[in-house]
């Protein structure tokens, strides 16, 4: 068996990369849904766009339960307090996220154009809420919330959801917002046709450009914060399951730290800025698959930031630095551990073969014919 501190670096890993595989396959979908109202402006051609996302959205959904089984399984302390000190945004994004299902199942089931427009809003709420609030959940990790552990390690949570909207946690919100706008714009361009891809290209060129300011300036203003954490002792690897075994302090600027250290992790904040001036200078090309890759990259190179900076940090404290918790005091025990990533190399790739087969099986674009063809077996 690995030793524990290299097999809680790993579990790390791979939470990123869960998070990382739901903000691309579901981040097209979320995305869509928020353009669907703009972007389609006749019945027909709404619904070539809910056609596009409905035979996968479940599927891409799938990735956010993974991500969240993961934080259970793996890191049980942070599971505890984040769904905790969180739970009215959670409770939010629930909300909003079963109004999808809900959206795709009955908005056809009326010819009634108000019937359908209220469920096109709904799909736009499904879409835009959980974005929003991912965004701004990502903003309070690069603050810090202020949470503490007494000596029995029972938390107390000195927040509520509108202390979670402070102005630099929105603003984190909205580059969410513009990334996954980009990227359902790019996903549309390239699954139909004629009208609806032309609007989804000059969307998606636009919507990149925004997302490149607001990631850049959110950038910026992270640097010019203060924000940031810095373990002073006791944070050795399997030293103790306690996060208040340790001693942490506020430190202006340590979110950086990281980048200074080794600069070739710049690559990865870089990626993220790169890659939405590519998509806005490629995106009325007819490359749109490789588009869609870069759309993916980028999205990866945010996210992957956000891991860069907090490292070793899962949940920093503002008001009490010494109970945040980190990869080396909130995770479960080796064995556990251990016996999760065998399972994980076993069932990953059926997963991600799977995954593959029906996306190759649904390859193509969704067109106005089709839906006209087929009235009654569409979304």
Same mark, same amino acid.
């Given at each position: 068996m690995?030793?524990?501190a290299? !097999?809680k670096v790993?579990?790390? !890993?791979?939470?990123g ?5 739901f903000a ?12 669907l109202?703009?972007?389609?402006r =006749?019945? =027909?051609e709404?619904r ?9 959205w479940?599927g891409?959904?799938?990735w956010l339960?993974l991500?969240g /089984?993961a +934080? %259970?399984?793996?890191?049980? $302390?942070?599971?505890a307090?984040s769904?905790s000190?969180?739970?009215l945004a959670?409770?939010?994004v629930?909300?909003?996220? +079963? ?6 199942k009955? *908005?056809s089931?009326l010819?009634n154009a108000?019937? *359908? $427009? ?10 835009a809420?959980p974005?929003?609030?991912? /965004?701004v959940?990502?903003?309070?990790l690069l603050?810090?919330v ?6 029995e390690?029972?938390?107390t ?5 509108f202390?979670l !909207?402070n102005?630099?946690s ?11 706008? =980009?990227h /359902? ?7 139909t046709?004629g009208v609806?891809a032309?609007r989804?290209?000059?969307?998606s060129?636009? $919507?990149?450009?925004i ?11 992270l640097?010019?914060?203060?924000? /940031? ?17 340790k001693?942490a302090v506020?430190?202006?600027? $340590?979110w950086l730290?990281?980048?200074?250290r080794?600069p070739?992790l710049m690559?990865v904040?870089?990626?993220g ?6 998509v806005a200078a490629w995106s009325?090309?007819?490359?749109r698959?490789v588009?869609f890759?870069?759309?993916s990259?980028? +999205?990866?190179g945010?996210?992957g930031?956000?891991?860069a ?8 404290s ?5 109970s945040?918790?980190t990869v ?7 064995? =556990?551990?251990?016996i999760m990533?065998v399972a994980?190399?076993i %069932?990953?790739? +059926? ?6 087969w029906?996306? *190759? ?6 067109t106005?014919?089709?839906i ?5 077996s569409?979304?």
């Amino acid at each position: 068996m690995l030793d524990f501190a290299t !097999l809680k670096v790993i579990w790390w !890993l791979l939470l990123g990369i869960l998070l990382i595989g739901f903000a691309i396959m579901d981040g097209f979908d979320l995305g869509a849904g928020i353009l669907l109202p703009f972007i389609a402006r =006749t019945d =027909t051609e709404r619904r070539v766009v809910i056609n596009t996302i409905g035979p996968v959205w479940e599927g891409n959904q799938v990735w956010l339960i993974l991500g969240g /089984g993961a +934080i %259970f399984a793996a890191w049980p $302390a942070l599971y505890a307090a984040s769904f905790s000190g969180f739970y009215l945004a959670m409770m939010l994004v629930l909300a909003a996220l +079963i109004l999808r299902p809900v959206a795709f199942k009955f *908005r056809s089931k009326l010819s009634n154009a108000r019937w *359908r $427009a209220s469920w096109d809003w709904a799909l736009f709420a499904g879409g835009a809420v959980p974005t929003l609030v991912f /965004g701004v959940a990502m903003g309070n990790l690069l603050r810090g919330v202020p949470f503490s552990y007494d000596d029995e390690l029972r938390a107390t949570y000195a927040f509520g959801l509108f202390d979670l !909207l402070n102005p630099f946690s929105v603003f984190c919100g909205l580059v969410s917002v513009a990334m996954l706008t =980009t990227h /359902g714009a790019v996903y549309l361009a390239m699954k139909t046709d004629g009208v609806i891809a032309a609007r989804a290209r000059h969307i998606s060129k636009l $919507a990149a450009l925004i997302w490149f300011a607001l990631f850049a300036l959110a950038g910026l203003w992270l640097s010019q914060s203060g924000y /940031g954490l810095e373990i002073q002792h006791g944070a050795l690897a399997g030293a103790s399951p306690d996060p208040r075994a340790k001693s942490a302090v506020l430190s202006s600027g $340590a979110w950086l730290v990281h980048y200074a250290r080794w600069p070739v992790l710049m690559l990865v904040p870089g990626l993220g800025l790169l890659a939405p001036l590519l998509v806005a200078a490629w995106s009325g090309t007819q490359r749109r698959l490789v588009v869609f890759v870069i759309s993916s990259l980028g +999205i990866a190179g945010v996210i992957g930031s956000m891991g860069a900076s907090l490292f070793p940090f899962l949940l920093p404290s503002s008001s009490d630095p010494s109970s945040s918790l980190t990869v080396w005091d909130a995770s479960s025990s080796q064995r =556990t551990l251990g016996i999760m990533l065998v399972a994980v190399a076993i %069932f990953l790739p +059926i997963v991600l073969a799977y995954t593959a087969w029906v996306y *190759r099986v649904l390859r193509g674009p969704v067109t106005s014919a089709y839906i006209e063809a087929n009235t009654d077996s569409s979304y």
